[in-house]
């Protein structure tokens, strides 16, 4: 009685008119075909998992995470099947659905998870029933690196956190989380043969108000770490995604929170931290007074006091530290900065001027090129490459590095007529901390700029002016989220989507098959699984949809 019973819900889907609604994909698939009819997930379902046990878990999570609805497995169940096709690409899949049954084809665990992350967004509830319309769709990204970058320097953000970033992230089929551990602000990464990065470089003892340079000084202790085991959680966490995780340490600028846990790294230990404008803490002020030179930045810039390039115990603290990060990333890259690296310290420095004589070098900027170039000979001694922005081509570009082109595009065209892989993050498209809309003074407060979702939509990491094979050295895209003023996830969210899921579709989709209007309306789609999530975004482009629709 009980399988007739369920026979007779599964039938009702069998013949049901989908619209096209229903088919509202982020980022837009390669191929889709609708058909009639829908597969009732509401039943009991056989779930042939096969060796992709972890995936097929995403999949019973998501109906219970997005919809409040167990999906209940049983072998007299329809199948939803998942299958390893090996003529299919690393990250392609092939979905096909029908109202008898679910079929997953991957290329390997990665195109797997993709075809569940669509199979999340096609998921609907009628009569109190999830069912999935029927469909086939093959699909493959257009970018093997669809990246993006979180600065938890500048503001910390904890564990579950980090992990609802990567949750949002998987969401939009995205394959790399660049985390931002240290700064001039916060060192954020425990390092157990330094333990003063922690115990003083990630705290500060207060934090400027307003826009920089500020109108006072909160006089809040502000920071936080992650110890190493935390850290080897993030990164499993992110794994089972299938999402790298690429860590950068910053070098040799941005380096204030390392100086002040370690003064002797620093060209001239025993000078005064400077803060802008006289925006010091009334703690530092008095830490200062007491004779403890160094402080952990509290405002936001680019800072003087850089890691000494003459002095090889610089080195040495620097190897070490790579020494305790590689164990706890697989990633085959490790980010090293090498932007905004001022150059005046070096200039007066006895012990960098005697390096510069020494090698025969030209000037400051070959000095740069000298520091990066050794330590990533280090770090690809440890079986890891470097990525660095793209200040890291002055002086002349590390052999072996990647570069992330983030002052247009002109770092990463010239690094990959060089021949250099090439990441592509120019501010114009793909800084997240820019304004959503044009109306500063009811948005909440950003670091300047104007990016709406139309403009990052309408980004093509492919440069003109490179050739068809030069073409190859560009890797991907990837979005960037600096938190000088961002301190909590809500707002993190809403500076981060929308505009996550145009940045998506331009590194999946070929720029060729990207339309601005459908890709507007397929949105809405997704607007419903960031309500399932809890989630905060910004709502104007939502606005404009549904304002066009009722026209």
Not at 154 to 159: A, E, I, L, Q
Not at 250 to 276: Q, R, W
Not at 300 to 318: M, N
Request: aromatic content about 10%; some cysteine; overall charge negative.
């Amino acid at each position: 009685m009980l399988m007739s019973l369920a026979s007779c819900n599964s039938s009702k889907y069998t013949e049901r008119d989908n619209q096209e609604a229903d088919y509202y994909i982020v980022p837009k698939p390669s191929k889709l075909i609708p058909d009639e009819g829908a597969f009732l997930l509401s039943d009991d379902v056989d779930l042939q998992a096969g060796e992709f046990e972890n995936e097929a878990n995403f999949l019973k999570d998501y109906a219970q995470s997005d919809f409040q609805k167990a999906i209940e497995v049983s072998e007299d169940g329809k199948p939803v099947i998942f299958t390893k096709n090996p003529s299919l690409g690393e990250e392609a899949y092939h979905l096909k659905v029908t109202p008898e049954e679910i079929k997953i084809e991957g290329g390997s665990a990665k195109g797997i998870f993709y075809a569940v992350e669509t199979l999340r967004q096609l998921i609907l509830t009628e009569n109190g029933d999830l069912i999935v319309p029927s469909v086939e769709i093959n699909d493959s990204p257009e970018f093997a690196y669809r990246g993006t970058h979180l600065d938890v320097g500048r503001h910390f953000f904890d564990v579950d956190e980090v992990k609802k970033y990567i949750d949002i992230l998987a969401l939009h089929k995205i394959n790399t989380f660049h985390w931002h551990l240290t700064e001039d602000q916060g060192w954020r990464i425990e390092i157990k043969k330094y333990p003063k990065l922690t115990e003083v470089g990630a705290y500060r003892n207060g934090t400027i108000v307003g826009h920089k340079p500020g109108t006072s000084n909160d006089n809040e202790r502000s920071g936080g770490f992650y110890t190493q085991e935390e850290v080897k959680d993030i990164v499993a966490y992110a794994g089972k995604r299938h999402i790298t995780v690429i860590p950068e340490i910053e070098m040799p600028g941005h380096s204030s929170a390392a100086i002040a846990a370690y003064p002797y790294l620093s060209c001239f230990p025993n000078e005064k931290t400077e803060v802008d404008n006289d925006m010091m803490s009334e703690k530092s002020k008095q830490l200062q007074a007491e004779g403890k030179n160094k402080i952990v930045q509290e405002t936001w810039g680019i800072f003087d006091d850089v890691y000494c390039a003459g002095k090889d115990s610089t080195f040495v603290f620097l190897q070490n530290v790579i020494d305790e990060i590689v164990p706890l990333f697989p990633s085959e890259y490790i980010h090293i900065g090498g932007d905004e690296s001022p150059k005046a310290n070096w200039e007066r420095c006895p012990s960098c001027q005697k390096r510069i004589a020494e090698l025969g070098l030209k000037d400051e900027h070959e000095l740069q090129s000298y520091f990066i170039q050794r330590m990533e000979k280090y770090i690809n001694s440890k079986g890891k490459k470097i990525i660095g922005w793209d200040e890291i081509l002055e002086g002349g570009l590390a052999p072996n590095a990647t570069v992330m082109s983030w002052r247009g595009e002109e770092g990463g065209i010239e690094a990959a007529k060089q021949g250099h892989d090439v990441i592509m993050t120019p501010t114009d498209y793909c800084y997240f901390d820019y304004y959503q809309s044009k109306d500063k003074e009811n948005e909440p407060l950003a670091i300047g700029g104007y990016l709406p979702v139309e403009k990052v939509y309408s980004y093509n990491p492919l440069p003109e002016e490179l050739t068809p094979e030069q073409h190859e050295h560009i890797l991907g895209t990837q979005a960037n989220m600096w938190t000088e003023y961002i301190p909590t996830m809500d707002k993190l969210e809403y500076m981060l989507l929308p505009r996550l899921a145009a940045i998506a579709e331009v590194a999946w989709t070929d720029n060729a098959d990207k339309d601005w209007s459908g890709f507007k309306e397929r949105l809405t789609g997704l607007r419903k699984k960031y309500d399932q999530m809890g989630l905060n975004y910004a709502t104007q482009v939502f606005s404009e949809t549904e304002a066009d629709n009722s026209k």
